[in-house]
C-alpha cells in the first residue's frame, strides 16, 4: 500500500479508489517508460515519498500509455504532469520536470 514511502503505482481501475476516495495528500505523478524527463523527476518523487510517508503523504504514479481514461480525465497533455489531491480533490499541479524544493512547496502547502 506503500505505508512505508514507497511509490505504488496506480491504474484506471483503481485510481478512484486510491486517489479520489482517498484522505490527506496525495501526490500522483503522471509518466511513460519512453520519456526522459520523467526519469529525472522519478528519484525526486521517491525521496519526498519516504521522506514525507510519517505525515501522511501518499506517492502515486501512472503510467498515461498503459491508463488513457486517468490521464484524459484530468486533461495530462504532457509529462511529467505532478497532481496533488487533497482528500480526493484536485488542489495543485505541476507540468515539467521541475526542481526538487518546487515539489517539496507544493507537499509543505498541502499537507
Known amino acids: ?54 505525515r501522511g503523504l501518499k506517492v502515486r504514479k501512472l503510467d498515461v500509455d498503459s491508463n488513457p481514461q486517468v490521464a484524459a480525465k484530468y486533461q495530462i497533455r504532457s509529462i511529467p504532469t505532478i497532481l496533488f489531491f487533497k482528500n480526493g480533490e484536485l488542489v495543485d499541479k505541476v507540468i515539467g520536470a521541475v526542481p526538487r524544493p518546487h515539489l517539496e512547496e507544493k507537499i509543505q502547502l498541502h499537507i
Do not use: K
Open 1 to 54: 500500500m506503500g505505508a512505508d514511502g514507497s511509490v505504488v503505482e496506480v491504474t484506471d481501475q483503481d485510481f478512484a479508489e486510491e486517489i479520489e476516495a482517498g484522505d490527506g495528500l496525495s501526490m500522483v505523478d503522471f509518466w511513460a517508460v519512453w520519456c526522459g524527463p520523467c526519469r529525472m523527476v522519478a528519484p525526486i518523487v521517491e525521496e519526498l515519498a519516504g521522506e514525507y510517508a510519517d
